[in-house]
């Protein structure tokens, strides 16, 4: 079965430091997804990537997938105490998609003021 | 506003009881889903619902219940079965645009649930 492996699990940086987060999957990706979850609420939607070589950018942040579609990495340029919390990439496994995917399990970013 | 609502948003569970989640959701989704999250893990699914009156096993569902009675609701009920019930839920859903392969899962706030 598929499994997404993120990295580093926990990070600390001081505020306006840039900082990079990593998602490898076990299989090719045909859809990979980030998310941002506060501490003890629930995931908000970022970023969706499906296409080899993909990048998209929001705000400070920017994700991008890589050509074989086995890693995707997450970006924030200077960071800000509002990017804390715990970003989760997640995948769909199949060419079609499918109503479920799997979750990585989490990066814990601290932005020190 | 459109979203999904989890009540209560704490609960607490003696020993032999069954307790239920409720998730509600008004964004017009045809599928929803469970998961667990534990301290230091990632999301677990529980159970997901793509159609109204069916539901299939996701990867620990032993000791859960669910219904989809309506397409709005899909409460969980987590029996005495699961012994080791303490955990952070989240209940999640989806509008799943096939043709685009497309799945953004949208959440409600959780239910944190804890053992007496």
């Known amino acids: 079965s598929q499994e997404l492996e993120q990295s580093p699990q926990s990070l600390i940086v001081q505020e306006g430091k840039n900082l990079t987060i990593n998602c490898t999957s076990s299989?090719?990706?045909?859809?990979l997804y980030w998310y941002k979850q506060k501490y003890g609420e629930g995931l908000i939607f970022l970023m969706m990537l499906q296409k080899g070589g993909e990048e998209k950018s929001h705000e400070k942040i920017t994700a991008k997938l890589d050509e074989k579609k086995q890693q995707s990495s997450l970006h924030i340029t200077a960071s800000q105490p509002s990017h804390a919390g715990i970003y989760l990439c997640?995948?769909?496994?199949?060419?079609?998609?499918?109503?479920?995917?799997?979750f990585g399990t989490g990066t814990r970013l601290k932005v020190l003021a | 506003d459109g979203g999904i609502t989890q009540s209560p948003k704490y609960l607490f569970r003696k020993e032999g009881q069954n307790v239920t989640l409720s998730c509600e959701q008004n964004?017009?989704?045809?599928?929803m889903y469970w998961y667990r999250q534990d301290p230091g893990q990632g999301l677990r699914l529980i159970y997901y619902s793509q159609i109204v009156n069916d539901f299939q096993k996701g990867d620990i569902a032993e000791g859960y219940s669910v219904s989809r009675e309506k397409k709005e609701s899909f409460p969980l009920t987590v029996t005495s079965a699961q012994k080791n019930p303490t955990a952070f839920y989240l209940c999640a859903s989806s509008s799943f645009l096939a043709i685009l392969a497309k799945n953004i899962q949208y959440f409600g706030a959780g239910t944190r649930l804890s053992v007496l």
């Open positions: 997640g995948a769909d496994g199949s060419t079609s998609g499918t109503y479920k995917y799997i």
């Open positions: 964004l017009n989704h045809d599928a």
């Open positions: 299989k090719t990706l045909y859809g």
